[in-house]
């Protein structure tokens, strides 16, 4: 699959995702079946210096006592290391077993994400907002071909996910969320409702941008949305608990409308 160059310049995210393989591959070493780049990278939306990389790293059972610490070592190494991608490297490890049967059965995986340590944790249904993706949009790295691993999963139940992780995304949001949290929940809703509306997915950008036409009201939001966003990385993140009561009601009227 071609992958479109980085549409916002900058250093280029390929040597990051190179070190990442390597390492995984080398602190996996024969339990790693295949791994897979999905996201912003793999769709040419990526925005350097704010985007994230995604990865699916598919193992030949779940990730157990002797494994989750030598990738939590791997992990944090990378981070110090690179300091600009600290909190911005997110790997999902999962069996090859546990996600032939992800539509119907829940599964151990160990994460990790931005704002979140690496952890092991139960992967239910939801976790379809994940495997969709990245059986949709994945580049192989290594292994085999991405839809033989993952089962087709039809529209319906990703839209299904999508209305039910919209649908709590406000009660996840903390009274004192910082500017780039509450970017990320706005943003988030504009691609939830857009999927909903249109039964497709597009970009953060290029939902909000449908988003500020679409809610004129709350175009303003949206705009100083994207430029939280922006400067989330920058050292003096500002206090946001003044436009959390907005950020909330924002996502609560997403919500409604996407059950509409």
């Given at each position: 699959?071609?992958v ?5 310049g900058?250093a280029?995210p390929w ?17 790693l ?24 790293a598919?193992l030949?059972?779940?990730p ?7 990738l ?14 600290d909190?911005?490297?997110?790997v ?22 931005s ?8 992967a239910?249904?939801d ?8 059986r ?20 319906a ?16 949001i ?10 990320y929940?706005?943003l ?19 939902a909000?941008a ?8 709350r ?13 989330q ?20 009227e ?7």
């Open positions: 699959m071609a479109t160059p980085d549409p916002a900058g280029s040597p990051m995702v190179d070190e990442v393989r390597e390492a995984v591959v080398r602190d996996a070493g024969s339990s079946v295949g791994l897979y780049l999905f996201g912003s990278l793999a769709t040419g939306d990526f925005e350097a210096g704010v985007s994230d990389l995604d990865l699916l598919v030949a059972s779940d157990d006592e002797r494994l989750v610490p030598a939590g070592r791997m992990h944090a190494d990378l981070a110090q290391d690179h300091p600009a991608w909190d911005r490297i997110e999902v490890y999962i069996s090859r077993e546990g996600l032939a049967s992800c539509r119907t059965d829940p599964a151990t995986i160990a994460v990790i994400s704002g979140a340590p690496f952890q092991v944790l139960e239910g249904r976790w379809v907002l994940t495997w969709y993706p990245a949709e949009d994945g580049v192989r790295l290594l292994g085999p071909p991405v839809d033989m691993l993952i089962p087709p999963i039809p529209w139940e990703f839209a299904g996910a999508v209305r039910r992780s919209l649908a709590g995304l406000g009660d996840r903390p009274d004192d969320a910082r500017p780039g949290s509450q970017a929940a706005i988030t809703a504009c691609r939830a409702l857009y999927a909903v509306r249109f039964g497709e997915r597009r970009s953060k950008r290029a909000a449908w988003a500020q036409r679409e809610l004129p009201h175009a303003d939001l949206v705009r100083r949305a994207l430029g939280w966003r922006r400067r990385w920058e050292p003096e993140d500002p206090d946001g608990s003044a436009t959390v009561a907005e950020t909330r009601s924002f996502v609560a997403l919500a409604r409308l996407a059950l509409g």
